[in-house]
């Protein structure tokens, strides 16, 4: 061919790039279901379920209690016996009240029956801060990546969120799927044709050769924000979106710091034990040590309130600083 | 026998729905949870409860606190991200508390709150000072472990705690019939042997006289009691939420507005004249308005108090 | 009406503590959950359970799992970490499973295992193959949250789910009544519309009708059930656990030993005599013997194993 | 003084450290409450509440259902009202059931309530294996650690269980003190007088120049045993005990490394975003980067299983062999 062929794009909201495919999932598998609250007739907190269940109804899209615990035994124990339910938990927070299901029961399942039984359930849950205040805006996310048998995954594009929940709900053991709830209203360009988005493949958003900035889920968008600021004083970005969390692409990671030599993690979450941490370790056992900033919220609960949640979390100006301030040392 | 001051009650309605009225007008501080519809069922339930008790919600906590007597400026400000606020506005909309005015707190996680109140009413039984607690959660609420969990340790223990279901029958957009295969919702208090009764929560008198006989029975020592009251939501679950009903059934439920239905009492029976009950909703505006200036005036919180009082 | 072979059900009681005595003479792999005192409600249970049909339940699971016809020399194998085991020795007491034997498994963390359950019910549900779900958890399951998070669910979507609860009144130390403020505990059930029975656990016939009632009414499709089978922990919370009660109260119990009490039934009705008794009794030594052999004979697991199957 | 005065000692087991500590503060302080399953008559499941319900009797010290939320719920709301409950959780696989209360809303109390509330409450419960299998030996005080709000401590000394239940009985906010099964039984000298032991201060266990092996809980027996090991090949360890997770007390690590060059971490959970990762990454960016190994649980499932339990999880002769292997660096 004498030109390079792209593929046909659809522009779509984030929220509708999830529906889509989660739509197509359960078009292509009967098996498929969905469980949570406010999921059936409402479609969902952020509308990201809009309009299927008028296709699937509600055999297969059930409303759920305000009982997250045993929304996910329910869905652990129906994978188990041969479904792929996908259980919608509102805020991240409440994932904790289901983790006794997702940790001791479904992330062991494979394990503990000498590969009998699996449970293939995808958890989909928001995390981050919108004002929702101290007990909806946690990203706890790094906690996930250190359970064996637990897969997970954080989309910051339609794109990502089409082919990562495509692959989520193919999957053969439990995957906690995030989504931000800043993305939702974003949009973006998805492949017509379907696309699935592999696990354990980190993506390059902006190709750079000074830093390697590396982050996941709604501050990929900051990450980008800060690398056009800096572009302006001749800083040249590596910017990596994850997209998978665990596995974790470490080849991606290492290959740029190999060439920018600096890094610089990013994360909404707090930065004790976190996610940037693992990976610039995981990093450095490649490349050698460099020169590390990490970046995340404040070590406090994020408040309700648009000062101090704004104080608390990462911004673009913040990261373009912190960029600054690793490329002068 | 009557257990609360009809006009008094009135007034706490009036000014819960200014409150939130006035609330709903401003767009600016993302959304708010607000209880018109169930305004009886707070100030009813208050009416029962003395100042050495405590009252803990759920997220949606405005008309409660109000009723409760936090002062209506702390609120607003509390409510707007001011420093004024009665939690210097770090709380916020689901979280803001007033121990010293009886109202421990709001918390928003569905469930969450309702051991917490539990254990505040251990403290109270182990004090021995004859302070009860009331906790105040919603019918999606009824469906969480922790109530069962919380409803069982507290009859176990005889815990002096009042459990309140406001039983607006709608957890967002979930039907109370769709969530719980239970009768009553007071039945699930019943199971645990508890003092149990369901009331209409559109009638101030009536839910002031059960509060009044449940805090009495929990008050004597008798153990907790489980009081279910059903009211109406006539605003959409946040102020930013999709309504899912339509107009006309928001119009229909209107009818049943547990204010005008008061009013409309008073004034039959001679109490108000239509003067009188105008008076007190212009009375009720103002006292908001004042609430208003004072958190429009108060400052908000600096960047750097985010890291004040982590630890 | 008879629903359960009674010759049959004494055999399967005897296999169990036969199997049961002889583990828990092995002291190498650390502490066992023994089911003595409890064979009625694992016997009784299973024989109401068809080929289709799952069972579930709670750490204390190898009554239950050789009811329900689980290879006995798999189950030592697994109990002593054997690659012979029906897990290859890694799931081991408290979390082994056989689906393929109608055993879905256990799982030990106390109510944890009950919306597991709920969520295989679902699936058989979604089937349509008229297989149902039986999930046997203790009297301390009752407390947890789980419990009625998952019974609200099961009843409002009417899941092909039988709920049992094994209560041997306790839970490790703590008295059924010190732990749960609630009449009979199958009440929980009730509350949510099911069909709901408390029964004598330690009469094997009498639990094989009420289950038989039960799963009847689970399979066509009227909702779940709740069966509470009150019975009696013979032996310690586990083989290693401190034992509270005094020797007095456990000689006492002795004399309740469901299958001494079914014995005599049998011998009284003149079923059964001396001799034959004795034979089974014998029986049931020589295939647990087997089984120990065979357990005895697979290997341990190697380290490399470790690793696999995690993801 | 001419001498050096040595504080008298007692011999007692760890659990009578733990019993002796909460006698002592419950003596002391009338508000100090436990509640928790089989904490009464029973005396705890590892007998380290023994004797203590025949003096303070059923209103203090209250057996709970295994209702592990509400018993945390119930023990926050005492704290939050003027009480200091000590909930026992018999594994801390089961802390999951009661993080909503414990870090939705104890953790967050004093924040937001702007200092006007707050939670002093002490979880105890234990980690670690011991054949207990897949649900009841996961070791996730790494999560607890990012979590703003919350104090983490884990003694391995009978001394330091004693000393650092006293100080977390005295705390003014949400301490969880994890003891490892292991311990219990294990002897040791307490101080006859009564010592608390601060938070955020570690202790050297070893001296030595040429590594520094930093651990916590049941994990610092095999880092000492492995340092035993290691010095007949004539290698000298520093062994440093964390105590306390949160807050950490780096300066010791770092003036150890300092001086060592070389830092081994060992935990028995998982490494992924783990302890010792944190700790290494904090105690570099005060060293520069230096050789570092860390050693955890393979990332599996614990089964009960002997042999695969002890393939899980770090031993002393694996740990002598990474220490070799980083002296070789
Ligand atoms: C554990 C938990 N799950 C989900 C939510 C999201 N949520 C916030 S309010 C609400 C509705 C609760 O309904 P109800 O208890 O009836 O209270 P109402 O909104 O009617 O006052 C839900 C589901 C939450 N806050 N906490
Ligand atoms: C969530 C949870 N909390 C605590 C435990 C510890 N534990 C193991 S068995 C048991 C007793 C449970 O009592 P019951 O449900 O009556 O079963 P039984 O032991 O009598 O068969 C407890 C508390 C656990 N496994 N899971
Ligand atoms: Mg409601
Ligand atoms: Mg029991």
New binding site residues.
Partial sequence: MLYEQKPAMARMFFREAVTRAVREEMTLDPHVLILG??VGAFGGSYREFDGLYKIFGPDRIRDTP?A?AATIGIAAGAAAAGYRPLVSI??MD?LM?GFDALINYAAKLRYKTAGGLSAPMVVKTTAGAQGQGV??SQCIEAWLMSVPGLRVVAPSTPADAYGLMKTALRCDGPVVYIDHKRLFPTPGDTPVTETLVPFGKACIRRDGSDVTVVSHGYMMRVALDAAQIVAQDGISCDVIDLRSLAPLDIDTVAGSVERTGRLLTLEEGQVVCGVGTEVAIQTFERTGPKPWTRIGALPAPVSSNPVLEAACIPDAPRVADAIRALLAR | MTHIDPVGALRAMLMIRAFEDALARRKEHGFQ?L?SGEEAVAVGLVSALGTGDQLLT???SIGPALARGVAPERVMAELLGKSGGMNQGRAGRGHMSDPQAGFFGAH?????NISIAAGVAMARQLDGDGGIVAIL??????G?GALHETLNMAAQWKLPILFVC???Q???STA?DAALAVANLSDLGATFGMWARTVDGLDVQGVAAAAHDAVRHVRDGLGPAFLECTSI?LRS?STTARETRSRAELAELQTHCPIRRHAAALQADGTLDDAQLEQMRQDAATDIAHAMAYAEASPYPTAQEALRHVV
């Fill in positions: 609250q406010d305000v997250e509102t805020y409440f009240l007990a909806h | 949870l209880s759920g997220g949606r928003a996680v569905v469930g969450g959660f919603g019918d999606g609420a009824c969480a406001n039983n607006n709608l957890s967002v109370r939501r679950h």
